[in-house]
C-alpha cells in the first residue's frame, strides 16, 4: 500500500491585510482573482490547492512566473503561512506544529533546495555542507564524516577545503544539494533548483539528483517553470496557472490528454516517443481483427512500458503488427502501423 508523505487539502495563500474578509468573500460570494484585489486590496497567491506525494515520488510541480508555484512549496514546511487549508507532512499536521516541533521538522525531515543557494561564502565546502548538523549540535568528527559522504554522492570529493567563489555554478549547486542531504531528510523541496545552469550541466544535474533520488527513496517536491524538466525527472506533473493546479498527471497523461488550451499550448512541442507507451494505443487483443496477411503467432511480441521510439524499430523490420503483452507475459494487446502513427499523433487507437 502506498504511503501519502505529503498531502495538502483546499489550501489558499491570500496576501494583504483584509486576507480574512477576502477569504470570508471567496466563500460566500465565489469571488474571483481580480474582484478580491479590486474590492480588499489583497492578492491570491494559491487558490484551493490538493494534492497528494507518496513515499519516493518525484512530484513535480510547474508553471509560469506568478503561478504559484513557490508559494506553494514554502507552505510545505511552512515558512509561509496558508490562510486557509489543511497540510500534512510524514503524518503530522504541519500547522499544529509550533516552536520546537517545527524546527525539528525543518531540521530533520524537511531539506530545502533553492534556485540561488546563498552558500556560507566564508566557510569551505565541507563546513557548509556540515553546517546543518552543526546547527543540531552533531560533534565535529559526525559533521566531518557525513559532509564527505554526501560530498563523494555528488561527486564533489576533493573539493571539501575549496571555498564557494572557487567552484562554478554547477559545483555550487551540488553543494547545495549535498547540504540538503546531510541532515539526511525523508522529504526534499527544491525550488527551481537548475534554472540557472547551462543546459549541459542542467542536464547532468537532474540525471545525478533522479539517481540519488532512487538511491536513497527521497519524496521530493520540484518546482520548476520547464515542462522539458518536469516531464523528464517527474513521476507526477502538477500545472499550475493563476495560483490554481489546472491538472495533475503523468507525463503521458499531461501530454495525451491536456486538461484545457493552457495545457495544450504548453505541451505542444513537446515530443511523445518517450512519453507514450504501448498500453495507451494498444486495441485489446481479444478486439483486435487480423488484417489480410497478419498472423500474430509469429507477431513480434513487446511489454505494455514499451514507448513509442521502441516501437517504431520494431515496426520498422516487420510487416506483423506488434503484440502486447503484460507483466505476466500473456498477450493483451495490439499494435499495428495506424494505432502507432494515431500515437504518434498524441491520438488513441
Known sequence: MNEDVV???NVWKIFGDRAKEAMQAIESEGLGKPEVL?????VVGIADCSFKVERGEIFCVMGL???GKSTMVRHLNRLIEPTAG????????????????LREMRARHIGMVFQHMALLPHRTVRDNVAFPLQVRGEPKSRRWEVSQRCLNMVNLDGYEDRFPRELSGGMQQRVGLARALASDPEVLLMDEPFSALDPLIRRQLQDQFMALSAELNKTTVFITHDLDEAIRIGNRIAIMKDGRIVQIGTPEQIV????DDYVRDFVEGISKLKLVFARSIMTAINAYEPARGEDLSIAPRASDGTDLDQLIDIASQTDQP???????GADVGVVNKITLLKGIQGGKA
Open 7 to 9: 498531502v495538502l487539502e
Open 38 to 42: 479590486e474590492r480588499f486590496g489583497c
Open 65 to 67: 512566473s506568478g503561478s
Open 86 to 101: 489543511k497540510i500534512s507532512v510524514l503524518g503530522k499536521d504541519v500547522m499544529a506544529l509550533k516552536g520546537d516541533a
Open 256 to 259: 495525451t490528454n491536456p486538461a
Open 322 to 328: 506488434i503484440v502486447i503483452q503484460n507483466e505476466q
